[in-house]
């Protein structure tokens, strides 16, 4: 798909997201995400009758300032489905106390909402992007517009999946984290083929370490094929198999059947792989 063609997520239709807040920048609109935070872990109880003790679960919103639209090499910019399921199986994981003490690691977190999640539970959480079209300040701006959701240490840092050579603050951050999470960086084949480098020095980086990587299949009718196909998905799995030839790796698809916190349609184009690389 040509760099300069414009790209809409398909999200912006499925709710009504938008408030009449004004945004910071001009031409961005500032959207409200619902979702739910469970109460305590997931331990089944009953009161003094015997009876199931059911806590509802608080409601509570993202405030993300994002762009309705943009060209192929800014969608961060944009919030993608893919964002929710991740955020789902952050609540999840946290819920279940397995994000206790953990230092998580966002790679290619775009808006950050993904990010802001997995703060509520996390020690600390590092969102990274690459330094391109505003989008580390936009992350740092929709900070501060959750910052009571935010309860862990907080840093936004620049990556770049096209360069391996880190800085020694990346390097520093990439040793400590224990947790990798990234959604929706799947959609062009050179970003794909990065995607995965950044990956591979990550996993070897100070292990053990834990990745989860949420993308959506995105089908494109091809005369080659005479049928509808999702190219980038397919770069990913024959990368993802090189993967699979490491030593101590285990690389799994896993089944979203967690609860969903998010209000959003989960599509069977939704899928959720996991990497796990001990020492």
């Not at 990439?174 to 083929?193: K, L, N, S």
């Not at 053990?208 to 080659?224: A, C, D, S």
Request: hydrophobic fraction near 40%; aromatic fraction near 10%.
């Amino acid at each position: 798909m040509p760099d300069n063609m414009t790209v809409v997520s398909e999200i912006y239709d499925e709710h009504n997201y938008r408030t009449d807040l004004k945004p910071k920048k001009q031409g961005n609109v500032i959207s409200q995400f619902p979702f739910l935070v469970p109460k305590g872990k997931n331990i089944v109880s009953f009161d003094s009758d015997n009876d199931l003790d059911l806590d509802r679960p608080n409601k509570e919103v993202i405030k993300i300032e994002h762009s309705l639209n943009t060209k192929l090499s800014l969608v961060g910019l944009q919030v993608w489905r893919g964002a929710f399921l991740l955020g789902d199986l952050l609540i999840h994981l946290g819920v279940n106390g397995e994000l206790d003490g953990k230092t998580v690691l966002e790679l290619g977190a775009g808006t950050g909402l993904t990010s802001f999640v997995a703060s509520i539970y996390a020690k600390k959480v590092v969102c990274t992007d690459i330094d391109l079209g505003g989008i580390l300040d936009l992350i740092k701006l929709n900070a501060k517009y959750n910052d009571k959701l935010i309860k862990s240490q907080f840093k936004v840092v620049a990556l770049d999946f096209m360069d391996t050579n880190w800085n020694s603050v990346l390097q520093r951050e990439v040793q400590q984290a224990d947790i990798i999470v990234a959604a929706d960086v799947i959609y062009d084949d050179d970003v794909t083929t990065a995607f995965m480098t950044t990956v591979h020095k990550i996993l070897t980086t100070n292990p053990p370490k834990t990745l989860y990587i949420v993308l959506e299949k995105r089908y494109v009718f091809t005369l080659e094929h005479m049928d509808s196909v999702a190219p980038c998905y397919e770069t990913f799995l024959n990368l993802l198999e090189k993967l699979k030839l490491e030593k101590m790796w285990v690389v799994e698809e896993l089944s979203p059947d967690f609860p969903q916190y998010f209000q959003y349609e989960r599509v069977s184009q939704l899928v959720l792989w996991k990497i796990s690389a001990s020492k």
